[in-house]
């Protein structure tokens, strides 16, 4: 595969606290010669050296996909910047191959006085490109931004979320060969950041480069093959997105799989419940965390009690990898009062049909008192549950629905 971005010994270094008179604009150096005088004689003089980056190796091949995760400071948005040329490294290089769209924060690339309609041509001669290429994606874009009532009014007077839509608008449609999306998407909601998705989705679907800076994991890992983690300005990890992502969340305490270690573990103090394993007691004994869509799967959940006389309520969701619910059940109904245990360990079955698409799903189980309505346990369940696809799929793949319920079809002659 052709490689098009080359990252070697790349640094980046900043310094705090004193007057940088080798870096800047014309503007910055006259403006601190004018305050010079005034600067407090206590002031230090020397710099404070914040390495942002340092010494950073990798490459991406032409049409992946690149998660860059890491917490607060750690470079990725330096990373970023330097990728798009905004700023230069202190030490390495950058090699890119090709044209380079950015969506790094609002507001980046426009200019406030010109109007909608004129910034959009502003940045696509940015990008290198003939008038008639914008005029050709011109409508695209402002249907995407949907923002034509407004496309002739200075940008400086749009919304937050208006700036934005037209910024990844005009950073998507006007076709880069490397579009590089900073957390801006974290400012939309979730429809305008599903849409997002789908349209770098489709930009890698033309052999296009994305490389994507998120903190939440499973957009992440929805969207792309490869992560790169970098933790304190330096290369923490780098290869497929899945082991890439559980080492961040590890490190940053956010991964369930730590907190499966110290479910099973034997210590669980006075007064707790918890669940500390699941299976699907019908599946296959080589794959215990997996069903075929739309046949009855047998969840069984392993619990430990410490209470003595509780009244329990146990809810359970299976959602998307986005988090959003898609089945719900709770034990307890009109019908169905609250389950009394005492101290010891329980297994607790839970019976349906799952319709779902072929996938991955979130599997979250809960436990709640009745006598003060109280959650005293949330699980989200490891493993993953997978759903295979069913043998009577035999529709094509476009006309698969999300939740594929079992219908009866007859067609007769009407006679009438």
């Known amino acids: 595969?052709?490689?098009?971005?080359?990252?070697?010994?790349?640094?980046?270094?900043?310094?705090?606290?004193?007057?940088?008179?080798?870096?800047?604009?014309?503007?910055?150096?006259?403006?601190?010669?004018?305050?010079?005088?005034?600067?407090?004689?206590?002031?230090?003089s020397e710099a404070e050296t914040l390495w942002a980056l340092k010494d950073i190796n990798f490459e991406v091949y032409q049409g992946d996909t690149l998660g860059i995760v890491g917490g607060n400071g750690a470079g990725k948005s330096t990373l970023l910047?330097?990728?798009?040329?905004?700023?230069?490294?202190?030490?390495?290089?950058?090699r890119l191959g090709g044209r380079v769209g950015s969506l790094l924060e609002v507001g980046t690339g426009f200019h406030p006085d010109l109007t909608g309609r004129e910034n959009v041509f502003l940045n696509g001669a940015v990008l290198g490109m003939q008038r008639r290429e914008i005029e050709k994606k011109f409508d695209e874009i402002v249907a995407f931004a949907e923002i034509e009532k407004f496309i002739d009014t200075p940008v400086k007077f749009y919304s937050t979320g208006m700036y934005m839509r037209l910024a990844f608008a005009v950073a998507a449609h006007l076709e880069p060969d490397i579009l590089i999306v900073d957390e801006v998407l974290a400012v939309g909601d979730a429809a305008f950041q599903n849409k997002c998705l789908g349209k770098m989705g489709e930009a890698v679907g033309s052999g296009r480069t994305v490389l994507f800076v998120s903190h939440s994991s499973m957009m992440v890992e929805k969207l792309c093959r490869s992560a790169l983690y970098l933790k304190d300005g330096k290369?923490?990890?780098?290869?497929?997105?899945?082991?890439?992502?559980?080492?961040?969340?590890?490190?940053?305490?956010?991964?369930?799989?730590?907190?499966?270690?110290?479910?099973?573990?034997?210590?669980?103090?006075d007064?707790?419940?918890?669940?500390?394993?699941?299976?699907?007691?019908?599946?296959?004994?080589?794959?215990?965390?997996?069903?075929?869509?739309?046949?009855?799967?047998?969840?069984?959940?392993?619990?430990?009690?410490?209470?003595?006389?509780?009244?329990?309520?146990?809810?359970?969701?299976?959602?998307?990898?986005?988090?959003?619910?898609?089945?719900?059940?709770?034990?307890?109904?009109?019908?169905?009062?609250?389950?009394?245990?005492?101290?010891?360990?329980?297994?607790?079955?839970?019976?349906?049909?799952?319709?779902?698409?072929?996938?991955?799903?979130?599997?979250?189980?809960?436990a709640a008192s009745t006598d003060d309505d109280t959650l005293v346990d949330t699980w989200r369940c490891e493993p993953e549950l997978e759903i295979l696809p069913s043998p009577d799929d035999f529709i094509g793949e476009q006309l698969q629905g999300l939740i594929n319920v079992p219908v009866k079809f007859d067609l007769a002659r009407d006679v009438s």
């Open 271 to 366: 007064g707790e419940v918890r669940f500390v394993e699941w299976s699907i007691s019908n599946s296959a004994p080589q794959q215990p965390h997996t069903i075929v869509s739309r046949e009855r799967a047998e969840f069984e959940f392993q619990l430990v009690c410490r209470r003595q006389n509780a009244n329990l309520r146990f809810n359970f969701a299976v959602q998307d990898s986005d988090g959003r619910p898609l089945i719900v059940a709770s034990s307890v109904s009109a019908d169905k009062a609250a389950a009394k245990v005492g101290e010891g360990a329980y297994r607790l079955r839970w019976t349906c049909h799952l319709p779902l698409q072929a996938g991955f799903y979130r599997l979250v189980a809960e």
């Open 235 to 269: 290369l923490e990890n780098y290869g497929a997105a899945k082991p890439i992502l559980a080492q961040y969340e590890t490190d940053h305490g956010l991964n369930p799989a730590a907190e499966t270690i110290s479910r099973n573990s034997p210590d669980i103090k």
């Open 81 to 94: 910047k330097i990728l798009s040329r905004i700023i230069k490294p202190t030490t390495g290089r950058a």
């Open 1 to 44: 595969m052709q490689t098009i971005i080359k990252v070697e010994n790349l640094s980046k270094k900043f310094r705090i606290g004193k007057l940088r008179s080798d870096e800047g604009t014309l503007r910055d150096l006259v403006g601190n010669f004018i305050k010079l005088p005034f600067r407090k004689r206590h002031e230090k």
